[in-house]
């Protein structure tokens, strides 16, 4: 039975034939240039960058270390240098309502030519302005409206005064008007004189200083009316010299532009501005004149910024759409945000002030975003939705929506947006999302899904020796040889736990690239060869094995009690792994079951003491359902039994030990010892089946590890599931002393096949009176539990009759006493 369960070496271990390769060493082999193992995830993508439709946004998953970024980036950048470069985007005042920005689009390139023409065109203005106001004609202009009015004025102050001497008066100016003085013969009446004169005399000059008063009042109204007509003709002049000034300069910009509406507009709305306003561009002598001219910006500073192109994203050098990469999605770096200056001590802003962000930034093009570091950011991802959904990129600032108190802002035009978002995460964050967050399901409706294995075909074992060669070419590292590229290959099965897989984990493939070329350097080599990668390998492992090596000088000590020779009855060694983070490795355990008489069932330790996980207690709850169909068909299953992973002070979970707990409980029942010097994993079905588990491969290397240090005798070894054969991929030591006769690995279908292994007894068949034969350990179980039953039908029956005889010799009852 043992020689026919017993693996041959070559069924541990597979090697990588070097005839596969047609080269001596990576430098001779061109480098890869796509990514290998992942043809779902390389069709998904590619149809998820071809689809335009609303809602196709892509969310890529897989492990960490199988590429996901790298291959985001490179086929992004691909299908993106193909694609028309999106316009330009800008920021331009709004001169009706400053508080709103306009957003104006502009061809690529157009954006930086537009903002460079503004800048030239206020610089003219600057000079052509108040070049248009200090000339002759200007001055001839001005001064003869100015004489125009000083006649007029003469003329009505001429008339004042004659209406005036006709009534008895003078007319003299005062800080508050005309004062109107009483004369006789053309001079003043002092007081003294106007005083003598008789009672109606003066109530006659009284009535004439009224109508004096009024006829001034008149011709005041009247020089104020001239006062306005020339300042109304100063305006006049002022314009039509300001459109001498502008107009030539912007119509020029508003035909350059006449195919932009928005931009003909806004310079339409500039002109406007500008004749407002000429006063920004005029010298004005009384702000050189100010005690502290810093305390105000001069005009032209004004002009300046009021004019001023905000270009915040400008395309001119961007090669197809852009694929923009943000590794620091915060809620302004992806919508932007406005600024704030701080003048003298007050917070200042307009919308030169307006930042552009990533979605800015991607807009007609692609968005590569890390989903954790999106959803940890506060709002990022509450606004990454609103933006995807409405299609717009509206600007706003994060405290409005949690400060009490509103903050006067601006409100920029919102810009709209076409742009796909490829988010990049595990698959715990994909599922969390698609099942916790409705709008999730409606923004990224496409899943781009990383293997973490591919097939170890000769076409994906080439393409690693192309993948190894690339990597050499791009990081200056030393070309491998033939042997180290079949190394590589051994390894990445091993990663992957299996002999016909490779792993598409690259990053620790890469982490043995660069150790094997630092071996090599340090070997004075200038070709990476077999045992340079051999040692990175090791050297990879015991800088991070210092608990394993705890665990085994325990063992070797007798602290850890674990049997590896003779024979005992209810105690078989199990497998486990322990999982370290960084580090995983094989750990012996010795497993006990005692079986008595009793009705309790099977008690599993581990779960009284609460150190059990779910999976662990299914496995235990399992051997019930065995031992029911197995032995209990027609007679009830009667029995107490513990069983315990005994030395086990951390939780235990999983059912890999299922089969081995069966191993003990079927041992303590017949009452046949277990080889102690064969260690036991796999899991068990209710039919007695011994299915695969996971870790088989360092499950082994672990009791090898634990024999070699007592002493290999020839006679140890492991028993798997014989599923598990194909997930085989041992060390070079332990392949070697499989060679060598002195460990054997067993695998196995039932249980029925591990008892006889474990116990060098038949287990036997259940013939058609359902009994198993003698001298077989089922038949030695089935009498055990048989003899629990009868035991405990005794019983019950010596019960029963003890209490119907106490109950024929009890005496009558008294009737009870008290009040009727």
Not at 116 to 136: C, Y
Not at 377 to 389: A, D, Q
Not at 453 to 473: G, K, L, W, Y
Request: hydrophobic share 35%; proline share 3%.
């Amino acid at each position: 039975m043992l020689a026919e369960k017993r693996l041959k070496p070559e069924m541990v271990f597979k090697e990588c034939d070097t005839n596969l390769f047609d080269f001596e060493t990576t430098e001779e082999i061109p480098s890869l240039e796509s990514i290998i193992g992942q043809d779902r995830a390389v069709k998904a993508m590619e149809f998820g960058l071809k689809i335009k439709r609303h809602g196709y946004n892509i969310f890529v998953t897989g492990l960490t270390g199988t590429g996901k970024i790298s291959y985001a980036r490179s086929s992004t950048k691909e299908v993106a240098e193909k694609q028309p470069v999106p316009d330009d985007w800008c920021y331009l005042n709004n001169f009706k309502n400053p508080d709103a920005p306009i957003a104006v689009n502009l061809p690529a390139g157009l954006g930086s030519i537009f903002a460079r023409d503004i800048a030239n065109l206020i610089e003219e203005l600057n000079e052509s302005i108040p070049k248009a106001f200090n000339t002759d004609e200007y001055e001839r202009q001005k001064g003869a409206i100015l004489k125009e009015f000083q006649e007029i004025r003469s003329t009505l102050m001429e008339e004042l005064n004659n209406a005036a001497m006709e009534k008895g008066f003078i007319i003299k100016r005062s800080g508050s008007g005309f004062l109107s003085i009483p004369s006789r013969d053309g001079k003043e009446l002092s007081e003294e004189e106007f005083n003598k004169l008789g009672k109606e005399e003066k109530e006659e000059m009284e009535k004439m200083s009224t109508e004096v008063q009024l006829k001034a009042m008149e011709i005041v109204r009247r020089i104020q009316n001239e006062e306005k007509k020339v300042k109304e003709k100063f305006r006049e002049l002022e314009h039509k010299t300001g459109h001498f000034a502008v107009d030539y300069l912007i119509d020029d910009l508003q035909e350059k532009y006449k195919d932009y509406s928005m931009v003909v507009q806004y310079l339409e709305a500039l002109r406007e501005d500008v004749l407002e306003n000429l006063s920004d561009f005029k010298d004005d002598e009384d702000e050189k004149q100010l005690p502290f001219p810093w305390l105000k910006r001069s005009g032209q500073e004004t002009a300046a910024k009021k004019y001023f192109v905000n270009l915040i994203i400008d395309n001119g050098e961007t090669k197809g759409a852009p694929v923009v990469v943000e590794t620091n999605p915060t809620y302004y770096n992806l919508i932007g945000r406005i600024e704030y200056e701080n003048h003298f001590g007050t917070l200042n802003t307009d919308f030169t002030m307006i930042k552009g962000g990533a979605l800015h930034k991607a807009n007609g093009g692609y968005l590569i975003l890390q989903a954790k570091d999106v959803l940890l950011n506060l709002g990022s991802w509450e606004v990454l939705k609103r933006v995807l959904t409405n299609k717009e990129i509206r600007i706003e600032s994060i405290g409005e929506q949690y400060a009490i108190l509103p903050m006067a802002s601006l409100k920029p035009q919102p810009i709209p947006l076409d742009v796909k978002v490829i988010l990049i995460g595990n698959p715990f964050l994909y599922y969390l999302l698609y099942t916790h967050d409705e709008d999730f399901r409606k923004l990224f409706k496409l899943k781009v899904d990383f293997e973490t294995v591919m097939d170890r075909s000769p076409e994906n074992i080439r393409h690693m020796a192309n993948f190894i060669s690339t990597h050499c070419q791009r990081e200056g590292l030393r070309h491998f040889d033939r042997l180290a590229v079949a190394r590589v290959v051994e390894y990445s099965s091993r990663l992957a736990e299996h002999q016909e897989k490779l792993t598409t984990c690259f990053n620790e493939i890469v982490e043995v690239l660069y150790e094997a070329d630092t071996w090599a350097m340090i070997d004075g080599s200038d070709i990476v060869s077999g045992r340079h990668v051999e040692k990175a390998i090791k050297e990879k492992v015991f800088r991070s094995d210092k608990y394993e090596q705890k665990l085994q000088e325990m063992i070797a000590e007798g602290q850890i009690l674990l049997d590896l020779e003779g024979e005992k009855i209810g105690q078989v060694n199990g497998l486990a792994i322990l999982d370290m983070g960084d580090y995983s490795f094989g750990k012996p355990s010795r497993i006990t079951a005692a079986t008595y008489l009793g009705r309790r069932g099977i008690v599993n330790i581990e779960r009284e003491s609460k150190m059990s996980g779910r999976i662990h207690d299914k496995g235990v709850l399992i051997l019930s359902g065995y031992l029911g169909q197995k032995y209990a068909t027609e007679t009830p299953l009667t029995l107490t039994a513990s069983i315990c992973f005994e030395q086990s002070y951390e939780g235990v979970d999983g059912d890999s030990a299922s089969s081995t707990e069966l191993y003990a409980l079927l041992s303590s029942l017949a009452g046949v010892p277990l080889k102690q010097n064969i260690a036991v994993t796999g899991s068990v079905n209710q039919k007695g089946e011994i299915q695969p588990v996971g870790g088989i491969t360092r499950k082994i290397e672990g009791f090898f590890a634990s024999c070699k240090l007592k002493g290999l005798t020839g006679e140890q070894g492991v028993m798997i599931p014989r599923r598990n054969v194909v997930n085989l991929m041992l060390e070079e030591e332990v392949v070697r002393a499989v060679k060598e006769g002195k460990f054997h690995i067993y695998a196995v279908d039932t249980v029925d096949e591990g008892i006889e292994i474990l116990t060098g007894i038949p287990a036997g068949e259940r013939g058609e009176d359902g009994r198993y034969p003698e001298g077989t350990v089922n038949y030695l179980v089935q009498k055990k539990l048989e003899m629990y039953n009868d035991l405990i039908a005794n019983k019950g029956k010596e019960q029963e009759k003890a209490e119907s005889q106490g109950g024929e010799n009890a005496a009558p009852e008294e009737p009870a006493q008290g009040k009727v």
